[in-house]
Protein backbone atom coordinates (compact mmCIF):
# COMPACT_ATOMS: atom_id res chain seq x y z
CA UNK A 1 0.00 0.00 0.00
CA UNK A 2 1.20 3.30 -0.63
CA UNK A 3 2.86 4.34 2.37
CA UNK A 4 3.53 8.13 2.08
CA UNK A 5 0.39 10.35 1.15
CA UNK A 6 0.16 13.89 0.50
CA UNK A 7 -2.43 15.57 2.37
CA UNK A 8 -3.58 18.84 1.05
CA UNK A 9 -4.06 20.28 4.46
CA UNK A 10 -1.33 18.40 6.48
CA UNK A 11 1.64 17.87 4.05
CA UNK A 12 3.50 14.49 3.66
CA UNK A 13 2.27 11.90 5.98
CA UNK A 14 2.37 8.26 6.70
CA UNK A 15 -0.57 6.05 5.49
CA UNK A 16 -1.00 5.06 9.41
CA UNK A 17 -2.51 8.14 10.00
CA UNK A 18 -5.79 7.30 7.73
CA UNK A 19 -8.36 5.17 7.18
CA UNK A 20 -9.87 3.71 3.97
CA UNK A 21 -12.75 4.12 3.33
CA UNK A 22 -13.48 2.67 0.12
CA UNK A 23 -14.00 3.11 -3.70
CA UNK A 24 -14.73 7.01 -4.25
CA UNK A 25 -15.53 5.97 -7.73
CA UNK A 26 -19.47 4.77 -6.76
CA UNK A 27 -22.56 6.90 -7.80
CA UNK A 28 -24.81 6.50 -5.32
CA UNK A 29 -28.40 5.41 -7.23
CA UNK A 30 -31.59 7.80 -6.69
CA UNK A 31 -33.92 7.09 -3.92
CA UNK A 32 -36.30 5.35 -6.48
CA UNK A 33 -33.80 3.20 -8.23
CA UNK A 34 -33.96 -0.71 -8.64
CA UNK A 35 -32.63 -3.10 -5.75
CA UNK A 36 -29.92 -4.43 -8.24
CA UNK A 37 -28.89 -0.68 -8.63
CA UNK A 38 -29.06 -0.68 -4.65
CA UNK A 39 -27.60 -4.19 -4.44
CA UNK A 40 -24.50 -2.82 -6.62
CA UNK A 41 -23.58 0.22 -5.00
CA UNK A 42 -24.22 -1.24 -1.18
CA UNK A 43 -22.47 -4.88 -1.95
CA UNK A 44 -20.54 -5.52 -5.30
CA UNK A 45 -17.29 -4.26 -5.28
CA UNK A 46 -14.66 -4.85 -7.53
CA UNK A 47 -10.90 -5.79 -6.42
CA UNK A 48 -9.60 -3.62 -9.55
CA UNK A 49 -5.30 -4.03 -10.27
CA UNK A 50 -3.80 -0.41 -11.33
CA UNK A 51 -5.02 2.50 -10.65
CA UNK A 52 -8.18 3.53 -8.39
CA UNK A 53 -9.91 5.90 -6.74
CA UNK A 54 -10.71 5.75 -2.72
CA UNK A 55 -11.66 7.71 0.18
CA UNK A 56 -9.12 7.87 2.55
CA UNK A 57 -10.08 9.89 5.84
CA UNK A 58 -7.31 11.66 7.57
CA UNK A 59 -8.22 10.44 10.99
CA UNK A 60 -4.98 11.53 13.19
CA UNK A 61 -4.78 15.14 10.91
CA UNK A 62 -7.34 17.55 9.66
CA UNK A 63 -10.36 14.48 10.03
CA UNK A 64 -11.12 15.38 6.33
CA UNK A 65 -12.43 12.49 3.76
CA UNK A 66 -9.53 13.30 0.88
CA UNK A 67 -10.15 11.48 -2.63
CA UNK A 68 -7.14 9.17 -3.12
CA UNK A 69 -6.23 8.43 -6.62
CA UNK A 70 -3.39 5.21 -6.76
CA UNK A 71 -2.09 2.28 -8.11
CA UNK A 72 -2.55 -0.62 -6.35
CA UNK A 73 0.34 -2.77 -8.30
CA UNK A 74 3.26 0.36 -7.98
CA UNK A 75 1.96 1.78 -5.06
CA UNK A 76 2.58 5.11 -7.00
CA UNK A 77 0.29 7.70 -5.54
CA UNK A 78 -1.33 10.13 -8.68
CA UNK A 79 -2.96 12.72 -6.87
CA UNK A 80 -5.03 13.48 -3.25
CA UNK A 81 -7.62 15.92 -3.02
CA UNK A 82 -10.01 17.09 -0.78
CA UNK A 83 -13.32 15.39 -0.66
CA UNK A 84 -15.49 18.14 -0.81
CA UNK A 85 -13.18 20.13 -3.54
CA UNK A 86 -13.44 16.84 -5.41
CA UNK A 87 -16.96 16.48 -4.91
CA UNK A 88 -17.85 20.54 -5.92
CA UNK A 89 -15.56 20.19 -8.88
CA UNK A 90 -18.16 16.81 -10.26
CA UNK A 91 -15.07 14.76 -10.96
CA UNK A 92 -16.37 11.49 -9.98
CA UNK B 1 -21.07 22.73 46.55
CA UNK B 2 -17.17 23.84 45.61
CA UNK B 3 -15.94 22.70 42.28
CA UNK B 4 -12.01 22.60 43.03
CA UNK B 5 -10.13 22.02 39.73
CA UNK B 6 -7.88 19.43 39.49
CA UNK B 7 -4.97 19.01 36.38
CA UNK B 8 -5.45 15.53 34.86
CA UNK B 9 -1.89 15.06 35.31
CA UNK B 10 -1.80 15.80 39.14
CA UNK B 11 -1.86 12.25 40.53
CA UNK B 12 1.08 11.17 37.57
CA UNK B 13 3.25 14.14 37.90
CA UNK B 14 3.17 15.05 41.65
CA UNK B 15 6.33 17.51 42.46
CA UNK B 16 8.05 16.47 39.11
CA UNK B 17 12.00 15.95 38.62
CA UNK B 18 13.83 16.37 41.49
CA UNK B 19 16.29 18.35 39.13
CA UNK B 20 15.72 20.05 36.02
CA UNK B 21 17.41 18.86 32.58
CA UNK B 22 18.53 20.30 29.80
CA UNK B 23 15.49 18.66 27.64
CA UNK B 24 12.60 19.42 30.11
CA UNK B 25 8.50 18.42 30.05
CA UNK B 26 6.72 20.90 31.05
CA UNK B 27 3.02 20.67 31.56
CA UNK B 28 1.45 24.81 32.52
CA UNK B 29 -1.18 24.35 35.05
CA UNK B 30 -3.63 26.82 33.70
CA UNK B 31 -4.03 27.20 30.54
CA UNK B 32 -7.40 28.48 28.60
CA UNK B 33 -7.88 26.48 25.38
CA UNK B 34 -10.84 27.03 22.79
CA UNK B 35 -11.94 25.51 19.67
CA UNK B 36 -13.01 27.40 16.93
CA UNK B 37 -14.79 26.08 13.79
CA UNK B 38 -15.74 28.34 11.10
CA UNK B 39 -18.81 28.64 9.38
CA UNK B 40 -19.07 27.66 5.66
CA UNK B 41 -17.23 30.41 3.39
CA UNK B 42 -16.26 32.13 6.64
CA UNK B 43 -12.67 31.10 7.18
CA UNK B 44 -11.04 34.24 5.80
CA UNK B 45 -13.17 36.52 7.87
CA UNK B 46 -11.98 34.41 10.89
CA UNK B 47 -8.63 34.80 10.36
CA UNK B 48 -9.31 38.87 9.76
CA UNK B 49 -10.57 38.32 13.35
CA UNK B 50 -8.36 36.74 15.23
CA UNK B 51 -5.48 39.23 13.33
CA UNK B 52 -7.70 41.78 14.92
CA UNK B 53 -7.28 40.29 18.26
CA UNK B 54 -3.66 40.37 17.88
CA UNK B 55 -2.60 38.41 21.30
CA UNK B 56 -4.41 35.25 20.74
CA UNK B 57 -2.40 31.95 20.10
CA UNK B 58 -3.50 30.20 17.14
CA UNK B 59 -2.94 26.76 16.16
CA UNK B 60 -4.31 24.81 13.10
CA UNK B 61 -6.11 21.53 13.79
CA UNK B 62 -8.19 21.73 10.08
CA UNK B 63 -9.16 23.93 7.17
CA UNK B 64 -11.87 26.35 9.02
CA UNK B 65 -10.83 24.87 12.55
CA UNK B 66 -8.26 25.57 14.78
CA UNK B 67 -7.54 25.61 18.88
CA UNK B 68 -7.18 28.98 20.34
CA UNK B 69 -4.45 29.25 23.45
CA UNK B 70 -4.11 31.80 26.45
CA UNK B 71 -2.39 31.82 29.53
CA UNK B 72 -3.23 34.50 31.00
CA UNK B 73 -6.85 34.97 30.03
CA UNK B 74 -9.20 32.42 32.27
CA UNK B 75 -11.45 29.77 30.53
CA UNK B 76 -15.08 31.86 30.68
CA UNK B 77 -13.84 34.94 29.84
CA UNK B 78 -11.59 33.61 26.57
CA UNK B 79 -14.93 31.96 25.56
CA UNK B 80 -16.84 34.50 25.75
CA UNK B 81 -13.94 37.21 24.12
CA UNK B 82 -14.07 35.37 21.55
CA UNK B 83 -17.97 34.39 20.80
CA UNK B 84 -18.22 38.67 20.81
CA UNK B 85 -15.10 38.71 18.17
CA UNK B 86 -16.39 35.68 16.17
CA UNK B 87 -20.36 36.44 16.31
CA UNK B 88 -22.09 34.86 13.25
CA UNK B 89 -19.08 33.86 11.55
CA UNK B 90 -17.83 30.83 13.84
CA UNK B 91 -18.63 28.47 16.89
CA UNK B 92 -16.52 28.88 19.61
CA UNK B 93 -16.06 25.89 22.48
CA UNK B 94 -14.53 26.57 25.84
CA UNK B 95 -11.86 23.29 26.02
CA UNK B 96 -10.17 23.70 29.01
CA UNK B 97 -10.85 21.58 31.00
CA UNK B 98 -10.65 18.59 28.05
CA UNK B 99 -7.41 19.38 26.59
CA UNK B 100 -3.95 19.48 28.23
CA UNK B 101 -1.11 21.29 27.21
CA UNK B 102 2.45 19.43 27.58
CA UNK B 103 5.50 21.93 26.32
CA UNK B 104 8.95 20.33 25.49
CA UNK B 105 12.27 22.16 25.12
CA UNK B 106 16.07 21.84 24.56
CA UNK B 107 18.57 21.14 22.73
CA UNK B 108 18.09 17.24 21.92
CA UNK B 109 13.72 17.59 21.49
CA UNK B 110 13.94 17.00 17.71
CA UNK B 111 15.62 13.74 18.36
CA UNK B 112 12.99 12.60 21.15
CA UNK B 113 10.13 13.78 19.21
CA UNK B 114 11.64 11.94 15.91
CA UNK B 115 10.83 8.71 18.23
CA UNK B 116 6.75 9.24 17.94
CA UNK B 117 6.58 12.15 15.02
CA UNK B 118 6.43 11.42 11.23
CA UNK B 119 6.94 14.68 9.78
CA UNK B 120 10.10 16.52 9.35
CA UNK B 121 11.26 18.65 12.18
CA UNK B 122 14.10 20.29 10.66
CA UNK B 123 14.24 24.01 11.84
CA UNK B 124 14.17 25.19 7.94
CA UNK B 125 11.02 22.46 7.11
CA UNK B 126 8.97 23.34 10.34
CA UNK B 127 9.00 27.30 11.19
CA UNK B 128 8.52 28.77 14.16
CA UNK B 129 4.66 29.20 14.90
CA UNK B 130 3.64 26.35 12.60
CA UNK B 131 1.34 23.91 13.61
CA UNK B 132 -0.85 20.49 12.76
CA UNK B 133 -2.25 17.88 13.85
CA UNK B 134 -1.00 14.53 13.96
CA UNK B 135 -0.09 10.77 15.20
CA UNK B 136 2.20 10.93 17.97
CA UNK B 137 3.29 7.01 18.99
CA UNK B 138 -0.54 6.07 18.91
CA UNK B 139 -2.21 9.65 20.18
CA UNK B 140 -3.44 12.36 17.96
CA UNK B 141 -2.14 15.56 19.25
CA UNK B 142 -2.27 19.15 17.85
CA UNK B 143 1.49 19.53 17.72
CA UNK B 144 3.16 23.19 17.26
CA UNK B 145 6.81 24.52 16.89
CA UNK B 146 6.72 27.32 19.86
CA UNK B 147 10.36 28.76 19.98
CA UNK B 148 13.55 27.67 18.55
CA UNK B 149 14.07 24.76 20.19
CA UNK B 150 10.49 24.28 21.84
CA UNK B 151 7.48 22.13 20.72
CA UNK B 152 4.22 22.02 22.04
CA UNK B 153 1.57 19.67 22.46
CA UNK B 154 -1.87 19.43 22.72
CA UNK B 155 -3.78 16.12 23.79
CA UNK B 156 -7.29 15.42 24.83
CA UNK B 157 -7.35 15.11 28.70
CA UNK B 158 -8.02 10.89 28.89
CA UNK B 159 -5.08 10.43 26.34
CA UNK B 160 -2.63 13.05 28.46
CA UNK B 161 -1.22 10.16 30.87
CA UNK B 162 -0.49 8.09 28.42
CA UNK B 163 0.98 10.78 26.05
CA UNK B 164 3.13 11.65 29.17
CA UNK B 165 4.78 7.85 29.12
CA UNK B 166 5.04 7.46 25.34
CA UNK B 167 7.22 10.75 25.98
CA UNK B 168 9.10 10.30 29.06
CA UNK B 169 10.14 7.03 27.66
CA UNK B 170 11.33 8.78 24.24
CA UNK B 171 13.23 11.36 26.54
CA UNK B 172 14.99 8.75 28.64
CA UNK B 173 18.02 8.48 26.72
CA UNK B 174 18.38 12.35 27.22
CA UNK B 175 17.24 12.22 30.72
CA UNK B 176 14.09 14.28 30.17
CA UNK B 177 12.59 16.04 33.35
CA UNK B 178 9.50 16.89 33.81
CA UNK B 179 6.88 19.07 36.12
CA UNK B 180 3.81 21.39 36.24
CA UNK B 181 4.88 25.15 35.91
CA UNK B 182 2.78 27.86 36.42
CA UNK B 183 0.57 28.28 39.85
CA UNK B 184 -2.05 26.69 41.23
CA UNK B 185 -5.23 27.37 39.55
CA UNK B 186 -7.87 29.26 41.19
CA UNK B 187 -9.73 27.35 43.68
CA UNK B 188 -13.02 28.80 42.97
Redesign the interface.
Known amino acids: MASLIHCP ?6 K ?2 FTVRGDASLVRPEPDASDEAWHEYVHIRANPRGRTREHWQH ?6 FLVVERDTVTHEVYSVT ?1 GAAAARGGSR | MLFQSRHPLESKIGSGSSIRAVDHLEIPRSVAIATVLSHPDETAAVVAGFAAAGDLVMRNVAPGEWLVLSHIERSDSLERRLSGLLTDIADVVDQSEGRVLLRLSGPNVRRILAKGVAIDLDPSAFAIGQSVNLRCGHIAVNFARSGENEFELVVMRSFAESLLEDLLLMGREFDLSYGFSGGLADPD
Open positions: HCGIRPEELYGCRRD
